[in-house]
C-alpha cells in the first residue's frame, strides 16, 4: 500500500506547526507556500520601521525539512481545489491528497474600497514590510528636500488605520524614529514635530487586551505624541491624504504623505474553494476537531479557520493559536496513519491554550496580558523581546536580533535604514 | 564673507571621503546621491548571493553627518551642470558652488546593445543585487517545479558574462551555494548538477591580476565546477540565453534561466555635463590635481575619473583609488579655503598608493596581489575576510558580518535565502 499523503497549503505559523510533526509519520508530505520562506510576523513591523532585516525574521521553508526526503516543499500558488476528486491544483500542476490541512492566512480587507489599497498598503509580508520602510523613510527625504511649508507637514504626517496590534506597534515605532532617531540627521524639517494619528474605528484599542492595558497603551502613545482618534473611521483615502468622520468631532480631512493599513483582514480567498461554511470574514467554519463538515481528511487551520473550540470560545488570530491548531490537527492525523480513521466526532476536540498575549509599544513600554496576571512597562517590554527572541527560528536569528535591539536601545539607530525597492536599471522581464 | 559652499554629488568611496575630510572645514557642505545610502560595493556580490542582508553593506549617509550641521545631504538626482554660473540643477532645485567635487562612479554598459538589460541585469546597487538574488533563487525553485528535462537544465544554467573581480566573485558563490548549501532542500532537482559559465571576452580573468593569481584563480573556479570560457563574446542575450561567439571554438548557444552582466561599465551621463575632455568610457579627464581642465574649482574622483597619476599610470577603478582621490582634492580645497586659492599646477599632483588587490573566489579560497608578494588559498581568505571586515562602516555592521561568515562558514548555509521583490499586493501609486 502507498503511503498517504498529505497536502499542507501555507508554511505560516499553522501549516508549520502541523509539518513539524507529520514529518516524522509514514507518510508523504507536500508543502505549498506561495513564497520560499516563513514570516515571523509578529516582528514584521519592526521590518517595516527599518528595525530589522528581512533575513532575520524569515527562513526558506525547504530549509525546515533538509534532512527529511519525505516533505517536499514547492513554492507555488494554489488556485483550486477539489475535495471529492481530493486534489488541489496549481497553474501547471496538480496534487493528489489523502489528508488536506488548508493553513493559507489572511490577506488584506479595504471593506470593499480595493482602490485605497495603493494609497493605504498593508503589512502581511516581507515585501509588504519593505514597501513600508521605503514610503516612510522616502516621506523624510522629500521632506527634506520640500520648500513649501503645507507640503512639508503633509509629509511628515503619517496615518495609521487600525488599532490592534499591528497599528498600535507600527505607531510607537515610527514616534520612536522620528524624535529620537531621526532629529540630528535632517537639516531643513524637524522630524520630531511629525504628526502621527492611530486611527481606530471602534472605542479603544486592542479590543483582544484586558481593557486597563489597552487604556495603558493609548496613554503611552499618546505621551510619545501619537494622536489617537477612537470611533472613527476612514471615508475615503486618496494619494495626498484620508477624509475621516468621527462619531464625537464628524468629518475630517487630514493631508498625509504616508497612511498604512492596519484594519481589515479577510480569508485567503482559496476558503471559499472548499465546500464549507464560510464566515463574514471568509473564514471556514470548522468541527471541534478541526475538520471541514462533511469531509474529515480536511482540515482548516490558522487565521482562515473560524474555530469555536470544547469552550464555545473563538480562538484568536494570533500566532500560538495558529501552531497550536497546527499541532492539533497533525497529532489527529499521525494518529489515524497508524490506527486508522476515525469519524470528527470521535477525534479529540480542539482547546485553545491561552498563554498570554503581549504588545510593544516604544523603548520600555509594552503590556502582557496573562489573563490574571497583567503587567506594563519595562518588565513587559523585557519579557515581550525575551519571548519574542526565543520563538524565531534559528540561532542565528535569535543572535543577531538581539544584537540589533541591543544596538539600537544604546545608540538609537534603526540598523535597515534603507530606501530599496526603487524603480532598478534591471526591469524584470515578462515572467 | 559668506562661507564657501561646496557640493558633493554621489555618496560613494570618493564622494564620503572628500566629505570626510572637509566637514571640518569652514565650508557649508551640500552632498547629492540618488539612494539615501551608501553601500560597501566590494561585498556587495554576498547581497546578490544570500551571504548577507543590505543593510549589513549599506548605511543610511545622512546618519554620516549627524553631528555636522554644515553638511546637508540630500537625497536627489543631479540633471545638470552649469560650470559657467557654478551651480548644480536637480529636478527640483538647484544648489550653487565654489568648489564642485564629481564623484557619481560607472553605471553598466551593454555595449550598444541596451535590449540585454532586462535579460542580464548588473550589479551596481543593492537594487540590483536583490534582483539578482531574486532571479538565481527563483531559477532553483522553478527548476523544482519543472517536468520538462531540458527546461529543468536551462533552468540551472547559470552565465556570468565578465571575468573581472565581480564576475569570478559571483561565479565562486554560485558554484559554492549550488553544490554545498542546497542539494538536500530540493527533491526533484539535483542543485550539485547546476552548470556555471563564466565567460570572458579576454585571454585571460582577473585583467588587474597578476597573471599567476589570475591562472590560480581559474584552477579554483574549474575545480569548483564552473566552465571558464576565455576570448569568449556574447553576441545576442534573449530571454532563454545566450549566443556567444568564441575565437577558438566559433558559435555557441546555451541556454540559460539566468544570465548576470559583469562585462562593461560605463561613466555616469553626468559626465558629459561638465564641459572637459571624455574617454571612450564617458570619463572625465583630469588634471595632475584632479581637477577638470579649465575650471580649477571643480574635481572629478573615482570612477567618474580618468586618472593618470604622476607615475604615468592610470588609477584602478576600485575603492581604494576612489578614496585615495576624495582624500586628495579635499586637503586641495581645505588648504585653499584657509589660505587662498591656487592654481592647478601649484596643487600636489595625486599619486595612487597601490595597497594591493585581493578577490575572493569560494570557501578557503581567494588571491591577494601585493606586487612583489602574491598569496593564495586560506591565508588570502583569510586576508580577504579580515579587510572587509574592517572597512566596513560600524561596529554594528562589522559584528554581524562576521557573525554571518562564522555562521555560513560552519553550517554552509546562507544567511538571506529570502525571494522578495514580487508583484507586491500594495502597487505603489504613481510618483
Given at each position: ?6 497536502v499542507i497549503?501555507?508554511g505560516g505559523f499553522a501549516?508549520l ?8 509519520a509514514?507518510?508523504e ?7 520560499n520562506?516563513?514570516?515571523?510576523q ?6 517595516a520601521?527599518?528595525?530589522?532585516s528581512?533575513?532575520q ?6 530549509n525546515?525539512f533538509?534532512?527529511?526526503p519525505?516533505?517536499?516543499?514547492r513554492m507555488?500558488e494554489?488556485?483550486g ?13 496538480e ?5 488536506l490541512l488548508?493553513a493559507?492566512g489572511m490577506?488584506h ?8 489599497r495603493?494609497?493605504?498598503?498593508g503589512?502581511k509580508?516581507?515585501d509588504d514590510?519593505?514597501?513600508m520602510?521605503r514610503r516612510f523613510?522616502?516621506s523624510?527625504e522629500?521632506?527634506e ?11 511628515t504626517t503619517?496615518?495609521?488605520i ?23 540627521d ?7 514635530q ?5 486611527v481606530e ?7 483582544t487586551?484586558?481593557e ?6 493609548r496613554i ?12 472613527t473611521f476612514a471615508?475615503?483615502?486618496?494619494a495626498?491624504?484620508v477624509d ?8 475630517e ?5 504616508t497612511?498604512f493599513?492596519a484594519?481589515?483582514v479577510?480569508?485567503?480567498?482559496i ?6 461554511q464560510n464566515d463574514k ?10 475538520s ?6 480536511v482540515?482548516?487551520l490558522?487565521d482562515?479557520a473560524?474555530?469555536?473550540?470544547a469552550h464555545?470560545?473563538?480562538t484568536?488570530?494570533?500566532?500560538q ?12 492525523i499521525?494518529?489515524?496513519?497508524k490506527?486508522g480513521?476515525?469519524s ?11 498563554k ?14 496573562f ?13 515581550w523581546?525575551?519571548?519574542h527572541v ?13 544584537i ?6 544604546i545608540?538609537?539607530?534603526?540598523g535597515a535604514?534603507l530606501i530599496?525597492?526603487?524603480k532598478?536599471?534591471?526591469a524584470?522581464?515578462?515572467e
Amino acid at each position: 500500500m502507498p503511503r498517504p499523503r498529505i497536502v499542507i497549503i501555507g508554511g505560516g505559523f499553522a501549516g508549520l506547526s502541523a509539518a513539524k510533526i507529520l514529518r516524522r509519520a509514514d507518510a508523504e508530505i507536500v508543502l505549498f507556500d506561495r513564497h520560499n520562506h516563513h514570516v515571523f510576523q509578529p516582528l514584521l513591523y519592526q521590518v517595516a520601521t527599518a528595525g530589522l532585516s528581512p533575513s532575520q525574521i524569515a527562513v526558506p521553508i525547504r530549509n525546515l525539512f533538509a534532512r527529511r526526503p519525505n516533505v517536499e516543499v514547492r513554492m507555488e500558488e494554489i488556485t483550486g481545489i477539489d475535495t471529492d476528486a481530493r486534489v488541489v491544483r496549481t497553474d501547471g500542476s496538480e496534487a493528489k491528497y489523502d489528508y488536506l490541512l488548508i493553513a493559507a492566512g489572511m490577506t488584506h480587507s479595504y471593506f470593499g474600497h480595493d482602490d485605497w489599497r495603493p494609497y493605504a498598503p498593508g503589512l502581511k509580508s516581507i515585501d509588504d514590510a519593505l514597501e513600508m520602510r521605503r514610503r516612510f523613510l522616502l516621506s523624510f527625504e522629500r521632506a527634506e528636500l520640500e520648500t513649501d511649508e503645507a507640503k512639508r507637514r503633509a509629509l511628515t504626517t503619517f496615518v495609521i488605520i487600525g488599532g490592534g496590534p499591528t497599528g498600535v506597534e507600527l505607531a510607537g515605532a515610527l514616534a520612536e524614529i522620528a524624535t529620537k532617531s531621526l532629529p540630528s540627521d535632517f537639516r531643513n524639517v524637524d522630524t520630531s514635530q511629525t504628526r502621527i494619528l492611530l486611527v481606530e474605528g471602534g472605542p479603544r484599542l486592542l479590543a483582544t487586551f484586558d481593557e486597563s492595558l489597552a487604556e495603558r497603551a493609548r496613554i503611552d502613545l499618546a505621551g510619545m505624541g501619537v494622536e489617537v482618534r477612537l470611533n472613527t473611521f476612514a471615508k475615503s483615502i486618496d494619494a495626498q491624504g484620508v477624509d475621516f468622520e468621527s462619531k464625537e468631532s464628524g468629518a475630517e480631512r487630514v493631508d498625509a504623505g504616508t497612511v498604512f493599513w492596519a484594519a481589515g483582514v479577510k480569508a485567503e480567498s482559496i476558503a471559499r474553494n472548499v465546500s464549507a461554511q464560510n464566515d463574514k470574514l471568509g473564514r471556514i467554519e470548522v468541527l471541534k476537531d478541526l475538520s471541514v463538515p462533511g469531509h474529515p481528511e480536511v482540515f482548516a487551520l490558522g487565521d482562515i479557520a473560524k474555530v469555536v473550540d470544547a469552550h464555545g470560545k473563538e480562538t484568536p488570530g494570533v500566532a500560538q493559536g495558529a501552531m497550536q491548531m497546527g499541532t492539533h490537527a497533525a497529532r489527529i492525523i499521525a494518529h489515524e496513519i497508524k490506527d486508522g480513521p476515525r469519524s470528527p466526532k470521535a477525534r479529540p476536540a480542539f482547546r485553545y491554550k491561552d498563554k498570554g498575549n503581549m504588545a510593544t509599544i516604544g523603548r520600555r513600554r509594552a503590556i502582557a496580558d496573562f489573563g490574571r496576571l497583567k503587567i506594563a512597562g519595562m518588565p513587559a517590554w523585557l519579557l515581550w523581546a525575551f519571548v519574542h527572541v526565543a520563538f524565531l527560528i534559528g540561532f542565528r536569528n535569535k543572535l543577531i536580533t538581539m544584537i540589533e535591539w541591543i544596538y539600537s536601545y544604546i545608540t538609537f539607530r534603526r540598523g535597515a535604514r534603507l530606501i530599496t525597492g526603487q524603480k532598478t536599471d534591471a526591469a524584470s522581464p515578462a515572467e
